[in-house]
């Protein structure tokens, strides 16, 4: 606890310590700092410590387990890292120490790793897909160079060139290929490029150098500008172990400047001797096609007739004709001249008075034939007419009345069945042969029993 004794103030060791350190965490709250890797340590607990030093001094570090586990390399002795940290102390031993909360490695690491990062976001993005790729034209006639006018790779690409094919013209777009001012330069001469129109193909590219030398052309904006040229792009960048990101959008990929010249010219010596060969092939056809139309003049020429000749078979045939055409006129006329005598003999046969006294005749037979199976028809209905009134006499009511027989009904004109549907002084009305008998009821006499009413 701090003292105050004769205006003097007193710190003890550990309040000292946290004074300090809070100090240094208040003044230096977030800190960038590059150095190599000494004294690595890694304990069970996860935790990570270590010296990080450069050439003059050192400094003791620590990175707990929450913040290493976030680091995507292994560090090792020796290797140069660029971590962020805060600035404090361990109040334990009052050691100044360094805690990390990030690191990364440091020069070709770190661009590595960049590399790595953009090319990942590019390929998800599609730029890398071989489906945007344009097909470098077979023959070309001008071509285009994004590069260096002072470099290796100028100089190689326009010595196979013209070693090559001398005829493909060629437009120099230049541009610094390392530097500062390189990435916005390229995407330029390639925008000029793709404006001027002139140019079946660009070649973009450099020569050899370190990662740092050909970082340019890993740009994200250099790819990009690669991805949306309308001119298909040849990229040749470095030496055949190096890629960078303009290879993966480019349309086609060389090893060297000197591979992407031969890859976009053809041997002119080959060409030559393609071309002698094809006017062989083209005298031969001409040879042979002329002797052809000389055997079809002469097969047309043996096919030909003289006109005389030709005139003398058509009026043979034409005679040969008319002689058919008269024939087939006299039998067709020959054959109507039998049908009309047919119809004429026909017509006489059936006279009007023959066909309406064979008319009447029908006529009669058939009136005489109705009349006598209408009365057949009659009789017999008149048969059954009796039978049905007979059968019909002989269960209706009235005959059983003429027996003796009556009907007895109520004021309801409901017919009484039995003595238990009447009631002592109810009037009846009772129907007999000849007529009707009204009646009261005095008394009623069931045949199971002797009692009366």
């Not at 996860?46 to 387990?65: I, N, P």
């Not at 109040?91 to 990062?117: D, K, N, P, S, T």
């Not at 023959?354 to 005749?361: A, C, G, S």
């Not at 004109?413 to 002592?424: F, L, R």
């Amino acid at each position: 606890m701090e003292k105050n004794t004769n205006n003097r103030q007193i710190f003890s060791v550990s309040e000292l310590n946290r004074t300090v350190r809070q100090l240094l965490e208040n003044s230096l709250t977030l800190l960038w700092v590059e150095g190599e890797i000494s004294n690595f340590a890694r304990p069970g607990s996860g935790h990570w410590y270590m010296t990080l030093k450069d050439e003059k001094s050192q400094v003791r570090c620590a990175m707990f387990k929450g913040s290493n586990m976030r680091v995507g390399f292994e560090p090792a002795n020796g290797m140069s890292v660029l971590v962020r940290c805060k600035a404090g102390i361990y109040e334990g031993r009052g050691e100044y120490q360094l805690v990390i909360e990030h690191m990364e490695e440091a020069g070709f690491g770190a661009l590595q790793r960049q590399f790595e990062q953009l090319k990942a976001s590019l390929s998800k993005e599609g730029l890398f897909d071989p489906s945007h790729k344009r097909e470098i034209p077979s023959s070309i006639r001008h071509a285009g160079i994004v590069t260096s006018p002072t470099g290796a790779a100028i100089k190689d690409i326009l010595s196979v060139l013209r070693r090559r094919f001398p005829s493909i013209a060629v437009t120099i777009y230049p541009t610094a290929v390392q530097g500062e001012q390189a990435q916005s330069q390229i995407v330029e001469a390639i925008t000029n490029a793709n404006d001027d129109n002139r140019c079946d193909v660009l070649i973009v590219g450099r020569g050899g150098g370190s990662l740092e030398d050909l970082w340019s052309f890993n740009e994200e904006s250099v790819a990009r500008s690669i991805h949306s040229s309308r001119i298909p792009i040849v990229s040749a960048v470095g030496h055949e172990i190096d890629f960078t990101i303009a290879d993966f959008v480019a349309d086609l990929r060389a090893p060297t400047p000197s591979a992407a010249a031969e890859l976009i010219s053809p041997d002119c010596n080959k060409v030559g001797i393609q071309f002698r060969n094809l006017e062989l092939d083209l005298a031969k056809t001409i040879v042979r096609r002329v002797q052809n139309l000389s055997y079809s003049v002469i097969n047309l020429k043996n096919q030909l007739q003289h006109p005389e000749r030709k005139l003398q078979e058509q009026a043979q045939r034409l005679d040969h004709l008319d002689t058919l055409l008269i024939r087939a006129i006299q039998s067709t006329l020959e054959k109507k001249r039998r049908i009309s005598t047919n119809s004429a003999e026909r017509l006489v046969r059936q006279t009007p008075m023959e066909i309406l006294l064979e008319t009447r005749l029908k006529l009669k037979n058939g009136i005489q034939q109705l009349s006598k199976t209408i009365k057949q028809q009659l009789s017999q209905k008149n048969n059954d007419v009796e039978q049905s009134m007979q059968l019909l006499d002989a269960v209706s009511p009235l005959r059983i009345l003429n027996r003796g027989f009556s009907v007895l009904r109520n004021n309801n004109h409901e017919i009484i069945k039995s003595i238990k549907s009447v009631n002592i002084g109810e009037s009846l009305k009772g129907r007999v042969s000849d007529g009707e008998i009204y009646v009261n009821v005095t008394k009623t006499i069931s045949e199971n029993s002797q009692d009366n009413q």
